[in-house]
């Protein structure tokens, strides 16, 4: 956790689509805005080892926007493509907000393991957004890396649409380290 910051219970604003209020998340974020999903940080709780993300539907996202729909046999749906890259977004999330990581200080996450993916309810596009919560289950915070451990659960209209367990390395890169050394080393 950043110092000097309490998180418990700490409940935040509406954000505008995506994060556009904060010019400095959107400069660190590793992919183009486009594709981050979000357009809330709701909640942030247990000194942030719990996080809450809404996630519209109704906005165009790929592989989602590519599909052949049938009203009956391949309903328009979220891809389960785009539910398994907004996790990594989420990490990115509570990467920045919580545990201060910066991409322009040499901060890079990658996955590692995908534990357990469990897709629940085909969720068709529209007015109604997916609630994304990220719950930290282990994390061993390091002055060059941090490894930590996930529980996702994605809700649409109430009902569970995504659950998960993934695994990710946060490591710091340099100039003299790269970061394909870096996960050599």
Known sequence: MAAGRDMRALMLPALPHPF?????FLADLPY?????F???LSVVQNDGDLLVCRMPTDREMPITSAQRAHPVRHPRHVAGAVMVHA????????????????H?????????????????????P??????????????RIGAARCFLRYEFEFKHE???????EQSAMWIKVDEATPILDALRG
């Open 20 to 24: 556009a209020h904060d010019a400095d």
């Open 32 to 36: 183009d805005p486009s594709v981050l």
């Open 126 to 139: 529209g007015p109604s957004p997916i609630e994304a919560q990220c719950k930290i289950l282990k994390k």
């Open 87 to 102: 996790t990594g977004m989420l990490g990115f999330v509570h990467a920045y907000y919580v545990l201060g990581l910066r």
């Open 104 to 124: 322009r200080d040499g901060w890079i996450g990658y996955g590692t393991h995908i534990h357990r993916v469990v897709f629940r309810k085909l969720v068709q």
């Open 158 to 164: 109430g009902q569970l649409c995504y659950e998960g």
């Open 38 to 40: 979000f357009d809330q």
